[in-house]
């Protein structure tokens, strides 16, 4: 039913997310099954365990621990760029079905320890991908130094010509600028060919710099910057641009690690990220853009057939109160002592309200 | 004894701290005390306790409990600006010996929810100030405002114009930026007149944003900046400028408001300034402008006397190796259960070493 503040519920085919952190262990069976609590049913799942997953039959095998904790859910699986990810592997890891090679600049956030320091080594392995049409994703900061005036605030700046040199050197290679910031990426993006792609997350269309200072649970890399940025994240986003799309980069950590001495980067927004898209689009008064946003754009892009509701959907109802919770309880393995406290992830806008709940599936 | 690495030596006098938090109850019988272990017996004491000090009795009241704490220092008073703050109650204060009043902007860091949303209503009172020859302290930080697109990070820079307004309209008054950490403020107090000054802590000329995102003991208001800030904040420290001088803002937290879900703004360097100026002026090869930084400059703005070495003189010498505390015990008053943990504070650049060491005062 429409009113004056517009539609009251949306039905939408399920979500697609093209960036997210499902971990290991405990934490990974804790929130594997959150991914369609979120409204999500194609989730692209991160590489950045310990280790990383550096080969094919190591992303096959990761694969398939996630297809048992989410059936429903198809998973997107990716490898960690590295020095054995030679020509003949990739054509290994393609032929596998396995859609997209993730780069870490060396340092630059959780787990990255393993990452990349100079792309060029790595070209070889570029063209292998173009030639096997797998995607490429980047995290798109420089590591910061001091010395040539890099920090944490224009890292992904700096990175835009990396950027655009990988794009000039394989145009056809399908390039994906994950997690966009700064209204200088934006720019750059939209600059670029239909061969390069940028997600953003729910998060950085909700926050800036000011969120995170002094908040850890709202601290991530690449960190939320000036107003000016997000009002550039929002605009792309509603704007319908086909080569914008959702990723949510959601990664979860222990909220004993969020709340220490040196809190690590990282925003969980899994079981509330269509809540969080609803309530956002809504605001702006674009909830017509949202499916394109969640869905169409970014399946598009991956080469996946469009989602269509006869397949599956969620109902998106208007709401006064869908409380975020405080915590969710990670689940302690079997194993580990029942006397111990179990630990718990902090989600993003933990104790907010959102105004957009899910309500049915189907 | 010189070497080719500067002298292994030097003897001032003590030092001149600007701008330092004493706090209330236990926390202040901790650090005070701590004043002299810096190398500090000249301190300006801020007026953000709760209550804050709106009226000349309170803040003499609370110059005694400073003296009694810390009896070879010198305490200098301030003022919170508010409306009880009358020319008359100016003319008092200075009477009393009341050095300075300190401006809060609404909002910008802790205790500042009694602060001031607009100066003009206070002319008066400047322009009394102006008459009783009182300095103006200045939180200079607009609050953050998305709509304007002011953020922690340009919130600094946005505050200057008010800074020149200010300066134009009392051109005799004494005002001090306080802490600033851009070089917009650096180039905007240098490019006034003589009774503009612009004090620096000794944190904001040792890290930028990189050092306190996801290290909440770094974590202060105004928020450390980006790298080409700090290196204008080192060249005017070690320039000589006469109206830049030390300023610390050290800010107490009990490791627990540090830690939480929300740490509290503020950092703690108190027991270590000497150490941690002198290892900056070392490491930037200008260890013979310290004394000018630390002392000279800020004597002469605040129209105190200067200090000598006869009158006293603190002796800081190279080491390989002084230890920063991981933590202070803040003293439990009496009162407090015997049983309850103790809390501590955590100094800034907890657990690393520095390269200058207190050896001997006289």
Redesign the interface.
């Known amino acids: 039913m429409a009113t004056d503040k517009g539609p009251e519920t949306i039905t939408l085919p399920w979500a697609s997310d093209f960036h997210c952190h499902l971990r290991q262990g405990t934490m990974m069976e804790t929130v594997t099954p959150m991914v369609e609590q979120g409204g999500v049913r194609t989730v692209l799942a991160m590489p950045n365990l310990t280790p990383p997953l550096t080969k094919t039959q190591m992303a096959l095998d990761y694969g398939k621990q996630l297809q048992k904790l989410a059936p429903n859910v198809h998973f997107i699986l990716t490898l960690y760029l590295n020095p054995d990810l030679t020509p003949e592997e990739i054509a290994k890891a393609a032929a596998s079905g396995i859609t997209a090679v993730k780069v870490y600049p060396s340092g630059v956030t959780t787990n990255s320890d393993w990452g990349v320091l100079d792309l060029k080594q790595y070209y070889p392995t570029f063209a292998a991908m173009q030639e096997h049409n797998m995607v490429l994703c980047l995290h798109g900061e420089c590591p ?1 130094d ?1 010395e040539k ?6 890292a992904e700046e700096r990175f835009l010509a990396t950027l655009q040199e990988l794009h000039r050197e394989f145009p056809k290679l399908r390039i994906v600028l994950e997690h966009a910031t700064t209204k200088a990426a934006v720019d750059c993006v939209k600059s670029l060919g239909d061969t390069v792609a940028c997600t953003i997350t729910a998060h950085h269309l909700h926050i ?3 969120d ?6 709202h ?1 991530c890399k690449p ?1 939320a ?4 940025d ?1 009002d550039a994240l929002r605009e792309i986003a509603v704007s319908g641009h086909p080569r914008f799309f959702l990723g949510s980069d959601s990664a979860p950590h222990p909220r004993r690690a969020k ?7 990282g925003v969980f927004t899994t079981p509330l990220l269509m809540p969080l898209m609803a309530t956002l689009f809504d605001k702006l008064g674009c909830l017509d853009k949202l499916e394109g946003f969640v869905s169409t754009n970014g399946r598009a892009f991956y080469q996946l057939p469009p989602a269509s509701i006869s397949d599956g959907s969620i109902t998106l109802t208007r709401t006064a109160d869908l409380q975020v919770p405080a915590t969710y309880v990670i689940q302690e393995s079997a194993a580990k002592s029942a006397d111990s406290e179990p630990d718990t992830i ?1 989600p993003f806008m933990a104790g907010t309200k959102l105004s957009w709940s899910i309500t049915s599936t189907q």
Do not use: M
């Open positions: 910061s001091s005036g890099i920090c944490i605030l224009n800036t710099v000011d995170w200072a002094g908040q850890p649970h601290f960190v910057k000036y107003p000016t997000r709340q220490g001495e040196k809190p690590a980067a902090v």
